[in-house]
């Protein structure tokens, strides 16, 4: 296991350390929640336009209640593991750029989990509707996960599990939604 750690931690450093100080800023925009809410309402219109209003109700239940299991599940592990994130890290603290610090644990990331729930969640349910989507919501969840490496405050493992963690989540609840709206004779 200290050989994984190890070498999580040279793969952060290398990645950290592609960074530049004039790019600090917008990496800190891409992994700011606010900043997405506009990309959250055009989700919300793609699912609007492509479900009845019924399945519609059903497949916002689930989405709420994925996500909030994705976040709660993340912050149990960070506590439960309570590996400390690279900016608490004192063997790294020479070594990497420090552009944003958190909270002292990090295992698993929460960003990650949540993009990568959204991805998966949403990109199942609209696969068929928008050939495109799937694709697109990935690169924004690898784009919105890999923010957290350039910041300092999660490992590559880190983002790697919670992008795991998310994606399997969002499987079970578009599966569990789906499921629903068919026994309730809903169509899409």
């Known amino acids: 296991m200290d050989e994984i750690i190890q070498e999580d931690k040279k793969v952060f450093l290398y990645l950290n350390n592609l960074g530049d100080p004039s790019f600090d800023q917008l990496w800190m925009l891409i992994s700011s929640t606010w900043i997405w809410v506009p990309l959250y309402i055009i989700f919300l219109y793609f699912l609007y336009k492509n479900y009845q209003l019924r399945s519609l109700v059903f497949i916002l239940i689930f989405l709420a209640l994925g996500a909030t299991v994705s976040d709660q599940l993340a912050n149990v592990f960070k506590y439960g593991v309570a590996r400390l994130r690279p900016c608490h890290d004192p063997s790294l603290e020479h070594y990497m750029r420090i552009v944003k610090c958190g909270g002292q644990y990090g295992f698993y990331s929460a960003h990650a989990s949540n993009t990568f729930f959204l991805a998966s969640y949403l990109g199942i349910?609209?696969?068929?509707?928008?050939?495109?989507?799937?694709?697109?919501?990935?690169?924004?969840?690898?784009?919105?996960?890999?923010?957290?490496?350039?910041?300092?405050?999660?490992?590559?493992?880190?983002?790697?599990?919670?992008?795991f963690a998310g994606s399997l989540l969002g499987v079970i609840f578009s599966v569990l939604a789906q499921k629903v709206i068919n026994k309730q004779k809903i169509t899409p």
């Open 125 to 163: 349910l609209l696969k068929k509707k928008i050939k495109w989507f799937p694709y697109a919501i990935f690169v924004w969840a690898i784009v919105v996960s890999y923010s957290r490496i350039y910041l300092g405050v999660h490992f590559p493992i880190d983002v790697l599990v919670g992008a």
